[in-house]
């Protein structure tokens, strides 16, 4: 395969570390200066309002600043692969171990040839997001929340880097069906991504979760039981109910729902078994009970393949324009193309993040809604919600900006209020969030 040589002209690349730099300085000014007060608007009662300490609220405002800073510093980090140096830096190396191997290609990179790639991006991305990976680790640690031990970092990084390659099939595919069909190979590729994508999400909790940690099963006890009556009375007879041994990571209290199918479970943490009262671990499986039968999971599994194909017919829509205004058509079909489609990956991400972050927090509220229906836990789903700010310091009430750009969940304060307010009868199958 001919590789193509990247030219001088970095212009693209100033004016994105440009664009990001005065978008820092914006999101900075408004995570730090910019608040709703969700207060003026609910009505909780002074006794279930959590009371955080001066050392919280220091807390969660460096934590936004870190987040903040690792999302812009890894946007630059992966755009700076395009630039001339790196880019023809990882395209030689390429070239030279698939000389020496003998697997390279006429008219497309050869698979190897694109795992090489991946691999050689992904520990540069790694190396350039060591210094936030760093500071992240230590201010958890500073204020007792992270468990991380080095080797466990270390670990999951190489683990991280290695799982990069599991893409490169797909990159190779579609390498090979432009070549062939030049308008409609971007179908071709999402049509093969959406069972490629729903199998991952099958075999997750079942074959990756457990590469980064440990499980077993709910050993018998009465809250077990209490559980099991739950999960009856919400139609689910075998439901699997795993425990994670998160407290090698960190100290925080979580659970989840997690795969589809036969691999579909509810996930709770050692954290949570050790420092929740029964009553409030019975009202976050409650939760969790409401995204297992509302299949929540799916759903979040076929709106990702939906955005899987916007994104490849905008990707297609740009590269066509590429080739027909640029001197540089030909070096589209090389291994450079591959940084740039992380790069619009990055980007169209961030973009879409909103839309993400409001599907996802309507999937809350209904899960919300389910659990509290279901239990009728009103005052320990509140608790459990004032232990999430003053135990883990969660923010109970965020900058708009950022609970609209990136807020999975509603915030704190929020679902505090829809608990102490929630009355409708059991087993209700109307929503209104």
């Given at each position: 395969?001919?590789?193509?040589?990247?030219?001088?002209?970095?212009?693209?690349?100033?004016?994105?570390?440009?664009?990001?730099?005065?978008?820092?300085?914006?999101?900075?000014?408004?995570?730090?200066?910019?608040?709703?007060?969700?207060?003026?608007?609910?009505?909780?009662?002074?006794?279930?309002?959590?009371?955080?300490?001066?050392?919280?609220?220091?807390?969660?405002?460096?934590?936004?600043?870190?987040?903040?800073?690792?999302?812009?510093?890894?946007?630059?980090?992966?755009?700076?692969?395009?630039?001339?140096?790196?880019?023809?830096?990882?395209?030689?190396?390429?070239?030279?171990?698939?000389?020496?191997?003998?697997?390279?290609?006429?008219?497309?990179?050869?698979?190897?040839?694109?795992?090489?790639?991946?691999?050689?991006?992904?520990?540069?991305?790694?190396?350039?997001?060591?210094?936030?990976?760093?500071?992240?680790?230590?201010?958890?640690?500073?204020?007792?929340?992270?468990?991380?031990?080095?080797?466990?970092?270390?670990?999951?990084?190489?683990?991280?880097?290695?799982?990069s390659t599991l893409v490169a099939p797909v990159f190779w595919a579609g390498f090979r069906l432009r070549t062939k069909f030049a308008n409609n190979w971007w179908r071709i590729v999402w049509v093969g991504c959406i069972p490629l994508f729903l199998c991952v999400t099958v075999l997750q909790p079942v074959i990756i979760a457990p590469l980064f940690n440990g499980y077993h099963y709910l050993s018998k006890s009465p809250l077990k039981d209490r559980i099991v009556s739950l999960c009856r009375l919400s139609g689910i007879k075998n439901s699997d109910v795993m425990v994670e041994d998160t407290s090698r990571r960190t100290l925080r209290v979580n659970a989840y729902v997690t795969g589809i199918g036969p691999s579909a479970r509810i996930v709770i943490t050692d954290n949570a078994l050790r420092l929740l009262p029964d009553d409030q671990l019975l009202a976050m499986i409650g939760h969790e009970l409401g995204h297992y039968v509302h299949q929540d999971v799916l759903a979040s599994g076929i709106i990702?393949?939906?955005?899987?194909?916007?994104?490849?017919?905008?990707?297609?829509?740009?590269?066509?324009?590429?080739?027909?205004?640029?001197?540089?058509?030909?070096?589209?079909?090389n291994l450079g193309l591959i940084p740039a489609v992380q790069v619009s990956i990055a980007v169209f991400?961030?973009?879409?993040?909103?839309?993400?972050?409001?599907?996802?927090?309507w999937h809350?509220?209904?899960?919300?809604?389910?659990?509290?229906?279901?239990?009728?836990?009103?005052?320990?789903?509140?608790?459990?919600?004032?232990?999430?700010?003053?135990?883990d310091y969660i923010d109970p009430d965020p900058p708009p900006i950022l609970q609209f750009w990136f807020g999975t969940h509603p915030t704190v304060l929020e679902r505090i209020d829809h608990a102490l307010s929630f009355d409708r009868p059991l087993q209700t199958k109307k929503y209104n969030r």
């Open positions: 395969m001919t590789l193509q040589s990247p030219q001088s002209d970095n212009r693209p690349f100033r004016r994105f570390v440009l664009f990001m730099l005065v978008l820092a300085l914006l999101v900075v000014m408004t995570a730090y200066g910019w608040h709703q007060h969700t207060l003026q608007s609910l009505h909780i009662a002074s006794e279930f309002l959590p009371h955080l300490p001066p050392r919280a609220i220091k807390y969660q405002r460096e934590s936004r600043f870190i987040q903040l800073g690792d999302i812009l510093w890894n946007l630059v980090g992966i755009s700076s692969i395009l630039t001339p140096f790196i880019l023809k830096s990882f395209i030689s190396i390429t070239n030279r171990l698939s000389t020496i191997m003998r697997v390279r290609s006429v008219q497309s990179p050869a698979l190897l040839e694109v795992v090489v790639m991946l691999l050689l991006i992904a520990m540069y991305l790694w190396i350039w997001s060591l210094p936030f990976s760093i500071l992240t680790l230590l201010h958890e640690r500073r204020y007792h929340f992270s468990t991380t031990s080095v080797s466990t970092f270390l670990r999951d990084a190489a683990l991280g880097i290695t799982s990702g393949c939906l955005g899987i194909g916007g994104y490849l017919w905008m990707l297609n829509f740009g590269l066509q324009r590429k080739q027909n205004c640029s001197e540089e058509a030909e070096s589209l079909q991400l961030l973009i879409q993040s909103p839309v993400d972050s409001c599907i996802s927090r809350e509220w209904r899960a919300d809604d389910y659990g509290l229906e279901t239990t009728r836990l009103y005052v320990p789903t509140a608790k459990l919600m004032i232990g999430f700010a003053e135990r």
